[in-house]
């Protein structure tokens, strides 16, 4: 299965043409935003936008085959209130605690983040949410979360870690297959969760001037697969 994963769109709508062309070049089965999909405002037009992608090819007509599917989280720019809106759409799905199945691969959301100096919290009652969480994870969930965990491609300006440590310490309970996020745009890259479980891989798909993402390919028994994408 392949994968494209990205974050911090913002609302802007370079990103969103760079996530159709990348989507009618690389043929992902499924597309992830780990949050930060708005900017605030203006986020019906944005969620518009998105449920079209893949939608037509380079000269406007409709393609053979069928769209992939984008699975999407919240972030701190992304109001609540928007979450009707993405349930009308035919192509986004906002995950949640319940696992998502594509191509038998379960997908598991976070939604929300709260940022604080030099930490993030996914939500205020993070303790209760992470318990919600805990009978739906397996050692083949792909975990969507907006903020990175605690020391992994979280440091701000590349001096202060600012990762949610609650997350990191769920991670080390829960040892899912990777963990999807951004927030941090500058940290974009990948890195794995040390000493305990030093399977799980964690990739900051944040999209900035120099990444666009990163297609990610899955196949059984072998390690992901991941290409970060520059302009």
Partial sequence: MRIYAVADIHGKTQYIETLSHVSREFKPDVIVIAGDITGYFRWQ????????????????QPEAQSRPPVLCIRGNSDFKRMEPSLAKTKNLTLLG???????????????????????????????????????????????????????????????????????LDFIKTTHPAMVLCGHIHEQAGMDFVTNCIPGTLVVNCAMNKNHHGAIIDLQQDTPPRVNFLQP
């Fill in 97 to 167: 605690t319940s696992a998502h199945l594509v191509q038998g691969v379960p997908f598991v959301g976070i939604n929300g983040c709260i940022p604080l100096p030099f930490a993030s919290r996914v939500c205020l009652g993070e303790n209760q949410l992470f318990k919600t969480l805990l009978p739906h994870m397996d050692k083949n969930t792909i975990l969507v979360a907006h903020p990175p965990p605690r020391g992994i491609c979280d440091k701000v300006g590349n001096r202060f870690s600012a990762g949610s440590q609650n997350l």
């Fill in 45 to 60: 037009s944005t969620i518009d936008q998105l449920d079209k992608i893949g939608q037509l090819d380079k000269i406007g």
